[in-house]
Structures are given as structure tokens and as C-alpha cells.
Nanobody
Framework: QVQLVESGGGLVQPGGSLRLSCVAS????????MNWYRQAPGKQRELVAT???????NYADSVKGRFTISRDNAKNTVYLQMNSLKSDDTAVYYC????????????WGQGTLVTVSS
């Protein structure tokens, strides 16, 4: 059973930073394609950042230059470093992965809330 568990959300002032973590349990992590999504109140869930098994990354235009996705395969963890946060970044952030050990089945974490407010 593969589980994704996020942590690191919280309340931060505009202009501040947070780092989200997502730990994957239950399988070898290195082959997974991992993503971060977010869903703001009243809005659809949107893709924020992706990282492939070889470390290639891609970002939504709204976060380019402010957010960085990275992975540590030894720790089975994917990170989202968020800098220069804005009120528009307020959302529940979800870790998502296509799990190589499961034939690239999709898995979701439970989400972690990020609130950007003064």
C-alpha cells in the first residue's frame, strides 16, 4: 500500500516562505513521477509543479520563479519550496504521484493547508 503524507503547511505573511514535504511510503520512490497540486476555496484543483524520475521540472506560470520542486530519493520525499508568497497562493496543497511500483497508478495525499495572510 503506497501512501503519500504531506506536511509543512501553515499560516504565513505575504512575502514569506514555506517548505512543503511529501513522504511516500510503501514502495521504491526513485521511479515515481511526482506533482504538487493546489485547490483554493471555490476554485478547481490546479497543477502547481511537477518533477519526473530523472529530475526534470515544470511549473505553472503563476508560480514560476517563486516555487521550486525537488526530490530526495534516499528519503522518499518530494518538496515544494514556496517563496514570495501571495494571498492568491492560499489553498490546500496536495501531493500527487504516479507510482512506478504500481504500474504508474495515481495516488494522492490528504492535503496540507497554506494560508497567506497578514
Amino acid at each position: 500500500q503506497v501512501q503519500l503524507v504531506e506536511s509543512g503547511g501553515g499560516l504565513v505573511q505575504p512575502g514569506g516562505s514555506l517548505r512543503l514535504s511529501c513522504v511516500a511510503s510503501g514502495s521504491d520512490f526513485s521511479g515515481n513521477h511526482m506533482n504538487w497540486y493546489r485547490q483554493a476555496p471555490g476554485k478547481q484543483r490546479e497543477l502547481v509543479a511537477t518533477i519526473t524520475s530523472d529530475g526534470s521540472t515544470n511549473y505553472a506560470d503563476s508560480v514560476k520563479g517563486r516555487f521550486t520542486i525537488s526530490r530526495d530519493n534516499a528519503k522518499n520525499t518530494v518538496y515544494l519550496q514556496m517563496n514570495s508568497l501571495k494571498s492568491d497562493d492560499t489553498a490546500v496543497y496536495y501531493c500527487n504521484g504516479f507510482i512506478a511500483a504500481l504500474g504508474y497508478l495515481e495516488r494522492w495525499g490528504q492535503g496540507t493547508l497554506v494560508t497567506v495572510s497578514s
